[in-house]
């Protein structure tokens, strides 16, 4: 499976990175999620353990497999836990609209400096 992991993971960062995947918070606002297909890959962290947990469900919710940073690791995927939480915060900035509200108030502040003018 460790093989299968590695290359599950290394082509959502890939592909993630041209701005191909989707990702969208979780039904349970627990984490990141994509779908592929008839499945979804949701992407937890585990801020206490400094880890990240991949979930791999059917559609409806099912779960058939689990894998985390560590495992990556272990298998031979070089710094697998900061490509994934680079992701990780990446994508969750822009689920949960940071990175709108901080270019709204960059640009609030723009106009007062008078630097739009």
């Known amino acids: 499976m460790s093989e299968k992991w590695t290359q599950l993971t290394k082509r959502l960062l890939e592909l993630d990175k041209r701005g191909s995947v989707e990702w969208v918070e979780s039904d349970s606002s627990d984490g990141i999620q994509t779908s592929l297909g008839s499945f979804v890959v949701l992407i937890r962290e585990i801020e206490a353990l400094n880890q990240y ?58 106009k007062k400096d008078g630097s739009l003018f």
């Open 53 to 110: 947990v991949f979930v791999l469900k059917k559609a409806n919710g099912d779960v058939f497999d689990d894998f985390t940073d560590d495992d990556l690791t272990s298998f031979g995927f070089p710094n697998a836990y900061q490509q994934i939480k680079d992701l990780y915060r990446s994508v969750h900035r822009k689920v949960s609209g940071a990175d709108d509200a901080i270019d709204e108030m960059l640009f609030e502040l723009d």
